[in-house]
């Protein structure tokens, strides 16, 4: 069946394996803007050897011939790709619902006028706040706030659907009220109110980002007040509360390598864009088929079923509902990517949470990392023409 | 043929983190517009442009497409939805339905009727003013 000797390992693999309906493609990890809290991999190396168009082209064909229908171009900041318009064409023809997922910047009225001529069905639009000083600040660029404002418009004018994406972190936490009167003001359809969640640069911040209790409480409280006046009008405000305070996980990607496929800048194939950190060797669309990938490797049938499951999972009741939670969560938390997730009530690793989420609001232990440039200066380029 | 049109599954597949129910449950929460039986029935219904229609042959049945989520029609539900086209109003719905299927139950235009009220609150499909 397959040359991975690893795979006579696997005892639980379902026999009747799902279509990947959800390929989210991180086209580039390039980004203008520098977030703490990007969910791209920390170690930048992953930036480099981009997949080529035609590459991107048979991922496209292999996915849809699989069954895929939803389509994220996402990053990075995807604009940054100069063939994001053929890509789009090439996704709409093969038949996708395709979704950009965009930071706004680099965007122009020619290139959302050619998106919408290629087909594109909807953008989802990142603000880091609701006001010019604390957008800016977050994402370390001056103007980006304008920029997202004038294109929120233009989204909105070229007749997108247009969702909003705000990061919610104890930075803007308290101005949750402005997010949603803005996205009220630019005729958002839908608004993710979208708590971070610690991965990738994230989870080297934590300290800094994470809402206390009572804050998030308080915007909880705030966002039902706002629906309730709303009276059916408006945007559909869609508030994520952050894994660390709850008492059940959710679940992850709605199981391992059941739903989801991520492809990144370099060919990585993943079951979700953070599972690069796990100590699992994730295979390349360069070298294999995407059917073979989703079917045969062993990283994708790895956690797929039940008989992985430790206890508490194993004899739990809610297994089939959160699939353990998530494996990304174990593994950063535990270091063992096989433990429940510790976000559980009944992990025995629960009492982690608490000593993260009680130290919530104090001086954190690090000074703030911003997401780092990405490209090397070509200091040579300029002395040797010097 | 047109029976049990309140079944159509509904699957989404949501984004990140965002909670699988979450748009469905909030699509609802804000619906207060419920229509009165009989008021909309001759006025022209068309799709939310938020929403795509087609075929999905991995499903095996028609779908409706939206940001990041996917709804899945039972063979009823799309019967319908297909003339929802933006020219047509119920009653002219139900009129082609009786023509494409004689043999549905006596009961069509109510079902029709209850499923369209559906779709209305659910912000798949809207009036003309």
């Given at each position: ?15 009747t394996i ?20 990007c969910?791209?991999p ?10 080529s ?7 496209l ?6 069954g895929?229908v939803?389509?994220?171009?996402s ?22 619902y ?32 609701a006001?010019a ?50 996205s ?21 911040n ?10 998030l ?37 709605n199981g ?13 194939a ?15 669309v ?15 049938n ?6 992985w ?6 004899d739990?009741d809610?297994?089939d ?9 174990a593994?950063?938390?535990t ?17 982690l ?11 954190p232990?690090k000074a ?19 | ?13 949501d ?22 039986g ?31 989520g ?6 009823s ?10 020219s047509n ?28 009220v ?12």
């Open positions: 069946m397959t040359n991975n000797t690893d795979v006579d390992l696997q005892t639980d693999v379902p026999n799902t279509p990947p309906l959800w390929l989210l493609a991180e086209i580039t990890y390039q980004c203008p803007l520098h977030c703490p809290y969910s791209n920390v170690n930048m190396e992953e930036t480099f050897n981009e997949l168009t035609e590459h991107w082209e048979r991922v064909r292999e996915a849809r011939e699989m895929a939803q389509l994220g171009f990053g990075g900041e995807p604009l940054l790709r100069k063939d994001l318009e053929h890509l789009v064409a090439y996704a709409r023809a093969l038949g996708f395709t979704n950009l997922i965009t930071s706004g910047i680099g965007m122009t009225e020619k290139r959302i006028a050619k998106l919408k001529e290629a087909g594109l069905d909807h953008i989802q639009l990142s603000f880091q706040a006001n000083e604390v957008n800016d600040l977050i994402g370390n660029k001056r103007h980006s706030f304008e920029q997202k404002l004038k294109i929120a418009k233009l989204v909105k004018q070229y007749n997108y659907p247009m969702v909003l994406n705000f990061c919610i972190t104890a930075q803007n936490i308290h101005e949750i009220e402005d997010v949603m009167a803005l009220e003001q630019l005729n958002a359809d839908f608004v993710e109110l979208a708590t971070v969640q610690y991965y990738g640069w994230a989870y080297e934590r300290d800094h980002l994470l809402p206390t209790s009572q804050q409480q308080e915007a909880e409280a705030a966002v039902n007040r706002y629906r309730t006046q709303q009276n059916g009008k408006g945007p559909t405000f869609i508030f994520v509360s952050p894994d660390y305070y709850e008492s059940r996980p959710k679940a992850c990607m391992w390598g059941t739903t989801f496929l991520t492809v990144t800048p370099d060919g990585s993943l079951p979700c864009h953070s599972a690069k950190i796990l100590p699992l060797r994730f295979p390349n360069k070298e294999r088929s995407l059917h073979d990938i989703w079917h045969q490797d062993f990283s994708f790895h956690f797929r079923g039940d008989s499951m430790p206890s508490p999972c194993r739990c809610e297994k509902k959160d699939f353990g939670g998530c494996r990304c969560q593994y950063l938390l270091g063992d990517m096989y433990k429940t997730d510790p976000v559980c009530s009944k992990s025995p690793d629960h009492h949470m608490k000593g993260i989420t009680d130290k919530a609001g104090t001086a232990s703030l990392q911003y997401r780092k440039v990405e490209k090397p200066i070509p200091i040579l380029e300029v002395s040797a023409t010097s | 043929m047109m029976s049990n049109l309140q079944s159509q599954t509904e699957n989404h597949l984004a990140d983190s965002v909670g699988a129910d979450n748009v469905e449950d909030n699509i609802e929460n804000s619906s207060s517009h419920n229509n009165e009989g008021r909309t029935r001759d006025k022209i219904a068309s799709l939310n442009p938020l929403f795509r229609m087609q075929y999905e042959k991995a499903q095996g049945c028609y779908v409706l497409l939206f940001p990041e996917m709804i899945k029609l039972n063979p539900a799309a019967e319908i939805l297909k003339r929802v086209d933006g109003t119920e009653n002219a719905i139900c009129a082609e339905l009786r023509q494409a299927f004689p043999d549905a139950p006596e009961d069509l235009e109510e079902d029709v009727h209850a499923f369209l559906h779709a209305e609150q659910k912000k798949w499909i809207r009036y003309d003013e």
